[in-house]
């Protein structure tokens, strides 16, 4: 594992860059019919692309990690990465209880209010400890890799839609993140959606006082 110095080329292990050039959840082509053909698992010692899980069966005695997907983009779980990477000064994040790192970086259309620590590479809002928001910031500013050589052109299509699509949700409020500084962590929350204008209606909608029916109180009598 590589400390992250300056102008070190070789510091990182063969396989991080190829997986940060990778498109993971595509469907595989070799087990297209079965329902486990979603491609979420990478080999570290064959670096041969995305696998199934049935791909996996032909690496059990090699390293592997999982990808998994946050809001549209790839993240990988501490507990895995940092048996193989160095992750030091890199954002980590709680999602669904776990502690991950995003892979590739996620530029911030708009800069927060009151921002005192950014990420050296993209800009976008870090906690004050932190240098980098992904693994694929950390090699960019830490040795002579370009990050536009890093990504592919596929890769950096998808994140170029996933980066407007996040664009459009921060201005309407649909998402925001929660800080947490005591542990240097941070928590993706949804937030209560905006009360739209039927949502309204409903809201002032009450029941009514409930009447008889026109004959319910009639007694008839038979003589």
């Known amino acids: 594992m590589g400390a992250g110095g300056p102008n070190d080329d070789n510091i990182w292990p063969p396989w991080l860059i190829p997986l940060l050039r990778e498109v993971f959840f595509v469907q595989c082509k070799l087990h297209a019919d079965s329902h486990k053909s979603e491609c979420n698992m990478y080999c570290l010692d064959c670096v041969n692309g995305p696998l199934c899980s049935l791909c996996l069966n032909q690496h059990q005695n090699h390293r592997h990690i999982q990808i998994r997907r946050s809001s549209y983009h790839d993240v990988i779980r501490v507990s895995e990465i940092q048996k193989h990477v160095d992750i030091t000064s890199v954002q980590t994040y709680v999602i669904n209880s776990a502690k991950v790192v995003f892979i590739n970086k996620r530029p911030q259309p708009r800069p927060g209010k009151a921002v005192t620590n950014t990420c050296e590479v993209c800009d976008r809002n870090l906690l004050d400890s932190f240098r980098f928001c992904s693994l694929g910031c950390k090699i960019a500013g830490t040795s002579s890799e370009n ?77």
């Open 147 to 223: 990050f536009e050589t890093v990504i592919s052109p596929e890769n950096k299509r998808l994140m170029t839609s996933v980066w407007e699509s996040e664009d459009s949700y921060g201005s309407n409020g649909d998402r925001r993140r929660r800080s947490n500084g005591s542990n240097g962590v941070c928590r993706f929350t949804p937030s209560t959606p905006p009360l739209t204008a039927a949502g309204v209606r409903t809201a002032k909608r009450r029941k009514g006082v409930p009447h008889r029916a026109p004959m319910g109180g009639l007694l008839l009598e038979y003589y």
